[in-house]
């Protein structure tokens, strides 16, 4: 069994009491063995040099295919871009949902991410963009009503499918999705629940991003929110992962926290976008809601950078509630790591502790952007001053994706001349 030793990091650890410590990490095989002032003779040793050293970053919400859309919907309204995504999503190949998969997960390499939540179809696709890559993918087939999907064949069929053949697979974790209640029947919802039910997995789904998705719905059902229809016919539950949640009211709030739904929270892209509001995260967070953090696509974002959703979206809350100490860097990078394994029901990844997954990143704290760094600001560090030119080494289940700032899964020069539609 393969065994890599780290001396000498700064390791944010992430564990339960938040420990920020210098000292050692070993790994053997693909998993966490010893953190701490180990010096056990391994296969092979990384100096870390005092850099930071913590868990990767978790992206809870992507459209990872849509990579190749960077830049093609900008600067338009809401239903414009929903028109221009519609029109330019429909009718791919297999080539080009594979080619734009690849581009968009070496970007969250490249960045620190090592796992990432995606909702989409063709998830058979990307998960073998997941495989020859080398990241972690939770992969959630999207589901709809029939008149809205250019899926060939049932939308449910077409999900189990996908559970079936990927259940097992290494660093793949398949489930099911919903695309959203503006295009999503009860009996969709009723269905996905039994499904996921049936096979243990979570369901992913976008959830009260827009207020003209509120509205519409509220006023054809008799002034019932979306949230309060869901929890009525007892769709909300442990094992959904809803993203965005910008129009969730207070009483929706609670019931997303009794029903024991996560968050994931998207601010760059609501932002770009124009929704108009920011979620109610800090009566989430009262309220024992867990969240964590997504990039949403390319489209939406035009990057999939954890850096830059976590500092925008500390800021965008401290500016929206006229208070800078409301958000924490700690509470922030929490939902970047650890609440995103949380969301996921895995919690064999999302912080440095032995018997954890290596999923690990290393972040060159001598690069001036970020320097001075020491045990007691390394989380402000991560948080207000990092970005992706930092991350140095990358490793995925014990294997370095990224080292001395080169990223191995892809060089985007050879990506020229592939089909991405």
């Not at 009491?17 to 966490?32: A, H, M, S, T």
């Not at 868990?55 to 295919?65: E, L, M, R, S, Y």
């Not at 970007?107 to 696709?125: A, P």
Request: negative net charge.
């Amino acid at each position: 069994m393969q065994s890599t030793l780290i001396r000498d990091a700064i390791i944010v650890t992430q564990n339960s009491k938040r420990e920020v410590k210098r000292g050692n990490i070993l790994i053997r095989g693909n998993k966490i063995s010893d953190v701490g002032e180990t010096s056990t003779d391994a296969d092979r040793t990384i100096d870390a040099g005092g850099n930071i050293v913590l868990p990767g970053f978790i992206n809870t919400h992507c459209h990872v295919a849509m990579s190749h859309l960077k830049n093609r919907l900008d600067d338009v309204d809401l239903q414009k871009f929903l028109d221009l995504t519609f029109k330019l999503d429909s009718g791919r190949t297999p080539e080009g949902i594979y080619n734009s998969s690849m581009i968009g997960i070496s970007e969250m390499i490249n960045n620190g991410i090592t796992s990432f939540t995606d909702l989409y179809y063709s998830e058979d696709v990307i998960a073998r963009a997941v495989t020859d890559s080398g990241i972690r993918g939770y992969l959630s087939w999207v589901t709809l009503d029939r008149k809205y999907t250019t899926q060939e064949g049932d939308t449910l069929d077409n999900a189990e499918k996908f559970i079936k053949e990927f259940t097992g697979k290494d660093r793949i974790t398949p489930s099911v999705g919903i695309q959203g209640i503006y295009v999503a029947g009860d009996d969709i919802y009723s269905s996905v629940s039994q499904l996921a039910k049936k096979h243990g997995t979570i369901i992913h789904t976008h959830l009260a991003e827009t207020r003209e998705e509120v509205y519409n719905f509220v006023k054809a059902n008799n002034g019932k929110r979306p949230v309060e229809h869901l929890s009525d016919i007892g769709f909300l539950a442990e094992n959904v992962l809803a993203a965005h949640t910008v129009w969730a009211t207070l009483r929706e709030v609670k019931l997303l926290a009794k029903a024991g739904t996560k968050v994931s929270w998207n601010s760059v892209s609501n932002f770009k976008l124009g929704v108009g509001g920011v979620p109610p995260i800090p009566e989430m967070m009262a309220n024992g809601v867990t969240i964590s953090m997504g990039t949403d696509s390319n489209g939406s974002n035009n990057s999939l950078n954890m850096f830059e959703a976590m500092k925008f979206s500390a800021l965008s809350v401290k500016n929206e509630r006229w208070n800078p100490a409301l958000m924490k860097a700690q509470e922030i990078l929490d939902m970047a790591t650890i609440n995103g394994a949380r969301s996921l029901g895995d919690e064999s990844i999302g912080s440095i502790e032995a018997g954890k997954k290596a999923d690990i990143i290393m972040i060159d704290s001598t690069m001036p952007n970020i320097f001075p760094v020491s045990e007691e600001n390394a989380v402000n560090s991560i948080v207000y001053s990092a970005n992706p030119s930092n991350i140095g080494m990358v490793m995925v289940d014990g294997k370095i994706l990224k080292e001395a700032g080169k990223i191995s899964p892809l060089d985007a020069r050879t990506m020229k001349g592939k089909v991405f539609t």
